[in-house]
């Protein structure tokens, strides 16, 4: 396959979704690519094609809404589709897609980056025993295929999410062994003004915490998981009061959802050469765009959480008004959308990131013993070796001990390791940025990679002169 088309869109999240949806009023050619097997991203993610039927949720909803609107519209939609590699040449941006096992190329005048965000997970001992999962992965499981992850489970973590993921637990039939969250009420009391701009969703995380209390389930303010019990399962969690610095319940289980807040894909925009600052507000590395998405790299925009956790409603109105921008700037005339309800969802979703931010207590948890990437098995120790051998930057840890260069491509490790550089040299967070990110951004087979090639057209150099 390859293809021509005016847009091309990475991510068919909510931002995604929308973008194409807002560009291709305009007549435009619009390709949207992603790999999931159906358009809504991860807060919007479709059934399994095997689950017949379910009840209906608000996220399933709106899911099907996009979905519907993205089926009648004239988007070309590439679902399964892994966008490995992006290149600008003579003028046109040329993504390298794996689909069906096979590798071909799409051709685009503007490139639209979607990418969404990933989840952190603070490592705490025992957090690699099978039956921990991360917070924000428990979410796919229930909305792909209404799946538990396990019959009585622990759920820790900061930020709305934590709350989401036990109502859905007890929601599908599971027990929730104990809430543990490292914020405090205190906390929350400090994000009320901006909640109050989203009266209805604060109406439903009430009912959530509601919920919880009624079904006796303990909620533990102020707390962190401080260990994970098992050996080849979980089956309970020590915990810890932060404030008083004391250890606090034990609680028994078969497993555990742990996650601290989210960390925006910004892989692709730092390999076009978008500059990237350090705004712990926005969920730390973010690449530099406008709020309708231009950014300093020609024909390349940026929308939704990607560019700073804001949350779903701002992704999906900063997808509008990215899609109608390039239309703009492709010269179709496109209506200009107002920025404030975007401004306002954006001032909501902060709020919820503030309460997300990875903090310095749960740190002081770690063990040396502890795996940090566990793609390579590497250990706290492990990088605190390399660190204090002169390795001042996430480039250098990579290079000396393959952290960050396994399977997830650094995705799970490299905050980690950038907050123990910091540690260890007294550099600030922002004097260390992420590693150098290099294509494949997801991975393929190696063979993909090479392409077709006839072993005596491969270039043989000469012997070196003696
Ligand atoms: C695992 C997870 C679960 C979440 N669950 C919730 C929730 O339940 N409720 C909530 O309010 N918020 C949730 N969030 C936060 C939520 O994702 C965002 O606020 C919202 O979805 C952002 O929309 P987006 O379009 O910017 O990104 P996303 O929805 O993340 O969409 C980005 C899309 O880009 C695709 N993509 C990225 N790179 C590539 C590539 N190289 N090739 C092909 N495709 C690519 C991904 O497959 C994804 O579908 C979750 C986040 C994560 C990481």
């Known amino acids: 396959m390859s293809d021509s088309f005016d847009i091309a869109i990475v991510g068919a999240g909510p931002a995604g979704g929308h973008a194409a949806l807002s560009a291709v009023k305009s007549g435009l050619r619009v390709v949207l690519l992603d790999e999931q097997a159906a358009a809504g991203g991860q807060v919007w993610r479709c059934k399994s094609t095997s689950i017949v039927s379910a009840p209906m949720t608000p996220e399933s909803l709106a899911g099907n809404t996009l979905r519907k609107a993205l089926a009648e519209s004239a988007v070309t939609h590439h679902h399964d589709t892994r966008v490995w590699d992006i290149r600008r040449e003579d003028d046109q941006w040329q993504l390298q897609i794996l689909k069906n096992a096979k590798s071909s190329q799409i051709h685009a005048r503007s490139l639209?980056?979607?990418?969404?965000?990933?989840?952190?997970v603070q490592p705490v001992p025992g957090w690699t025993t099978p039956g921990v999962i991360g917070l924000a992965g428990a979410t796919a499981l229930f909305k792909q295929s209404l799946t538990l992850p396990g019959k009585r489970t622990v759920v820790s973590g900061t930020g709305p999410l934590v709350f989401y993921v036990a109502s859905e637990i007890r929601r599908l039939g599971g027990t929730v062994a104990a809430v543990v969250t490292p914020n405090s009420r205190t906390d929350w009391a400090r994000?009320?003004?901006?909640m109050a701009l989203q009266p209805k969703l604060v109406a439903r995380g009430a009912l959530w915490v509601a919920d919880l209390m009624l079904a006796g389930a303990p909620?533990?303010?102020?707390?962190?998981?401080?260990?994970?019990?098992?050996?080849?399962?979980?089956?309970?969690?020590?915990?810890?009061?932060?404030?008083?610095?004391?250890?606090?319940?034990?609680?028994?289980?078969?497993?555990?959802?742990l996650g601290h807040g989210l960390i925006p894909n910004i892989e692709a925009a730092q390999m076009l050469g978008v500059p990237i600052r350090h705004d712990p507000a926005l969920g730390g590395w973010v690449p530099e765009a406008e709020p309708d998405g231009r950014t300093p790299v020609e024909g390349l925009y940026l929308c939704g959480d990607g560019c700073g956790i804001r949350g779903v409603t701002?992704?999906?109105?900063?997808?509008?008004?990215?899609?109608?921008?390039?239309?703009?700037?492709?010269?179709k005339s496109s209506p200009k959308p107002s920025l404030r309800p975007w401004q306002r969802a954006a001032r909501f979703g902060q709020a919820m990131t503030a309460l997300s931010l990875p903090r310095p207590d749960l740190?002081?948890?770690?063990?040396?013993?502890?795996?940090?990437?566990?793609?390579?098995?590497?250990?706290?120790?492990?990088?605190i070796a390399e660190i204090d051998t002169g390795a001042a930057s996430t480039n250098a840890v990579k290079s000396g001990r393959r952290a960050c260069m396994g399977p997830c491509g650094g995705k799970y490790c490299q905050s980690v390791i950038a907050t123990l550089i910091a540690d260890r040299t007294g550099k600030d967070a922002k004097d260390i940025p992420p590693p150098t990110p290099r294509p494949p951004l997801r991975p393929i087979p190696l063979g993909q990679a090479a392409g077709a090639f006839?072993?005596?057209?491969?270039?043989?150099?000469k012997p070196a002169p003696l």
Do not use: F, K
Not at 363 to 383: G, M, N, P, Q, Y
């Open 112 to 120: 639209i980056l979607a990418t969404g965000a990933r989840e952190h």
């Open 191 to 194: 994000v009320l003004p901006a």
């Open 219 to 257: 909620i533990l303010w102020g707390h962190a998981v401080s260990r994970v019990s098992g050996h080849d399962h979980a089956t309970g969690v020590a915990t810890r009061n932060l404030a008083r610095g004391t250890d606090g319940p034990s609680i028994e289980a078969d497993s555990v959802c």
């Open 314 to 331: 701002a992704a999906g109105l900063q997808g509008t008004l990215v899609g109608a921008r390039v239309a703009r700037d492709l010269g």
């Open 363 to 383: 740190e002081a948890l770690s063990t040396d013993d502890l795996i940090l990437c566990r793609c390579e098995s590497l250990t706290r120790a492990d990088i």
């Open 454 to 461: 006839d072993y005596d057209d491969l270039p043989i150099p």
